[in-house]
T-cell receptor
Framework: RKEVEQDPGPFNVPEGATVAFNCTYS??????FFWYRQDCRKEPKLLMS???SGNEDGRFTAQLNRASQYISLLIRDSKLSDSATYLC?????????????FGAGTRLAVHP | GAVVSQHPSWVICKSGTSVKIECRSL??????MFWYRQFPKQSLMLMAT?????????EQGVEKDKFLINHASLTLSTLTVTSAHPEDSSFYIC???????????FGDGTRLSIL
């Protein structure tokens, strides 16, 4: 089983749509969770951290369910500029440094 | 915000050449730097972790004699791909953090193409 699993997509949605991405992780001792965005041929950029209580940043809402080891990202009112690959990222338990495990990513294509 | 600079951004060279990639933290002290590799349509895979002044810790399946990592100062780590072959062609990305403080800051990557 992969340590972080995501639906690869692609998700093709029209502008203005709401789209949700899911992610599961295998190590129950993981403590930090993130969503990164990666554009084609670029480095990943942090979109948002994910907290147990759920958190929102503008059009983006992240949820964490520790019992199910499940993370989600909701994007409302999709823009063309949201087209990218969204990476679910989980850290492994502390061992002196933070080891991040990346999911393979979910591709989003927003069309006019 | 914190900036990590990676150089070069693109390398094309012949098989058998050794290639050095630099990763610099420009405005903070990077106690730990991470090196990742990403093949097309795949996720970033951690290759190794380096702490300033000590030997790098390599992930399973990554040859330490093939991928030499040096982290001699708090602002610079280098990855040298020795005797590179076409199968080493990939997108190499570094990241840096200061004393376990999240999030890690990523460099903008180096695209390596071996002919």
């Amino acid at each position: 089983r992969k340590e972080v699993e995501q639906d690869p997509g692609p998700f093709n949605v029209p502008e203005g749509a709401t789209v949700a991405f899911n992610c599961t992780y295998s190590n129950s001792a993981s403590q930090s969770f993130f969503w990164y965005r990666q554009d084609c041929r670029k480095e990943p950029k942090l979109l948002m951290s994910v907290y147990s209580s759920g958190n929102e940043d503008g059009r983006f809402t992240a949820q964490l369910n520790r019992a199910s080891q499940y993370i989600s990202l909701l994007i409302r009112d999709s823009k063309l500029s949201d087209s990218a690959t969204y990476l679910c990222v989980v850290n492994l338990p502390p061992g002196g440094y933070n080891k991040l495990i990346f999911g393979a990513g979910t591709r989003l294509a927003v069309h006019p | 915000g914190a900036v990590v600079s990676q150089h070069p951004s693109w390398v094309i060279c012949k098989s058998g050449t050794s290639v050095k990639i630099e990763c610099r933290s420009l405005d903070f002290q990077a106690t730990t730097m991470f090196w990742y590799r990403q093949f097309p349509k795949q996720s970033l895979m951690l290759m190794a972790t380096s702490n300033e002044g000590s030997k790098a810790t390599y992930e399973q399946g990554v040859e330490k004699d093939k991928f030499l990592i040096n982290h001699a100062s708090l602002t610079l780590s280098t990855l040298t791909v020795t005797s590179a072959h076409p199968e080493d062609s990939s997108f190499y990305i570094c990241s840096a953090e200061n004393r376990g403080n999240q999030p890690q800051h990523f460099g903008d990557g180096t695209r390596l193409s071996i002919l």
